[in-house]
């Protein structure tokens, strides 16, 4: 797009964009955001947690849209909150629709031009629907839109002023693989130009493709930061609880006491329960345990792999 160009990535060093200082964000008594400190700069940042962890709250207040209960939120070292001038340079892509069905995409992405006072508003509509790929849609109604292109058409809609920072809330809710990859490739290209982007997700793939740095959010706390291999490897190193099922569990899980990555083992309805610390060396033992104790395994399975678990072990860590 020519319509206006990002500021230098130069002037964004001396600062970060977005700075939260012990942001709260509560709802009568309910806690949505508790004491959050990050700061992002350049590249691409993703907000994983599970659903209702808070991250739409953290991308509404850095947004603008709400504003912090207690401690700070601060874009380009002022507060988003009541600041017009934040959507000059910034695009949202919020989780809600907020589509008009009786638009077309083009009219959709057409409107987001001139409010935002381009001098070519049409070239820059044109420009952005190609980006994402929806030039053969553009003149359909929204309302007839799969919920894949409806993301699409939000995101066009919020790169047709060419912003220098990118907001998106659960971007590829319901969008097809093809067009996911599509989507990841015009992000990286655009946090390659420069450009702060913090997407929200709930998917581990997702962040894991596309995230050059990730903050794990639970229960509206910071739960872990850093790239995305540190928290891998928090997952990973964290205690977990198998369920096995054979021929002979009391023989079996007095064999299974003697290995070392063996945490604990409880005889349960039919089985065991058993804690180890590490995942890969319990699951290469068992089978040869088994076979020199003369036992038969029927069932083993990971008990605690849901990101639920994952996250709330990352909080209590």
Known sequence: MEQRQPESAVSQSIEP?????????WFGNLVAVSDISFSVGSGITGLLGPN????????????????PSSGSVLVRGRSPWRNDKLYRYAGLVPEREAIYPFLTGYEFVLLNARLHKLPDPAE????????VDLEEAQHRATGGYSKGMK???????ALVH??????LDEPFNGVDPAQRLHMMGVLRDLAAEGRTIIFSSHILEEVERLADSVLVIVSGRLAASGDFHRIRRLMTDRPHTFVIRSSDNRRLAAALIEEQSVKGVELIDGGLSVRASDFGAFALAVPPVARAAGVTLYEFVPADQSLESVFSYLVTR
Do not use: C, E
């Not at 820059?124 to 980006?131: G, S």
């Open 17 to 25: 964009m977005i700075k939260l200082d012990n942001a709260s964000r």
């Open 52 to 67: 209702g962890a808070g991250k739409s709250t953290i991308l509404q207040m850095i947004a603008g849209f709400l504003r």
């Open 124 to 131: 820059a509509a044109v420009q952005a629907i190609r980006m």
């Open 162 to 167: 060419n912003p220098l920072l990118l907001l």
């Open 151 to 157: 993301q699409r058409a939000k995101l066009a809609a």
